[in-house]
């Protein structure tokens, strides 16, 4: 199977904000102790400056994270894979080639793929994954994609 994707810059936000989401969830969290110490040390002492801080570091740790992890994501992408990819996959390898990269994985280094609405994620690690976006392929390529991966699970 051979697919063109098109680059796209809210596919690329998409599958950052995908791939950051365990670390993202585990920062909201500190930061939801931390806003929540601060009440604490607020409701026992409302002069105090620490607690004021804890709290409103804490909102923002919680509110700000996402967008922030995001955005630096989006600006440290090498400009060599800021264009469209051919990706093409047969029994052993998965192929991406990029105009000026390209990398070759074998199917035994997956981890797993990950089925969103709007694509596949397949995963070689826990923060590395090969995009295989569903609006770019046909129904049929949609059904053999599912079966070429059930079969390597």
Same mark, same amino acid.
């Given at each position: 199977m051979s697919l063109e994707v098109p680059?796209? !810059?809210h596919r690329l936000r998409r599958t950052i904000r995908f791939l950051s989401r @365990?670390? !993202? %969830? %585990?920062?909201?969290? %500190?930061? +939801?102790v931390l806003a929540f110490l601060g009440v604490v040390l607020i409701v026992l002492d409302t &002069? &105090? =400056? !620490? +607690?004021?801080? =804890?709290a409103a570091g804490g909102l923002a740790v919680v509110f700000a994270i996402g967008p922030i992890m995001v955005a !630096? +994501?989006?600006r440290t992408q090498a400009a060599a894979i800021q264009h469209g990819y051919r990706l093409t996959l047969d029994d052993e390898w998965m192929h991406v080639a990029y105009p000026l990269v390209e990398s070759r994985c074998r199917w035994e280094g997956l981890d797993r793929a990950v089925e969103? @609405?709007?694509a596949w994620y397949v995963m070689f690690g826990k923060a590395q994954a090969v995009v295989v976006p569903k609006d770019v392929m046909t129904p049929q390529q949609r059904a053999e994609f599912e =079966?070429?991966?059930?079969a390597r699970r």
């Open positions: 680059h796209d !810059v @365990p670390y !993202v %969830l %585990l920062t909201r969290i %500190l930061g +939801g &002069s &105090s =400056a !620490v +607690g004021y801080a =804890a !630096v +994501g989006m969103t @609405p709007e =079966a070429f991966v059930a």
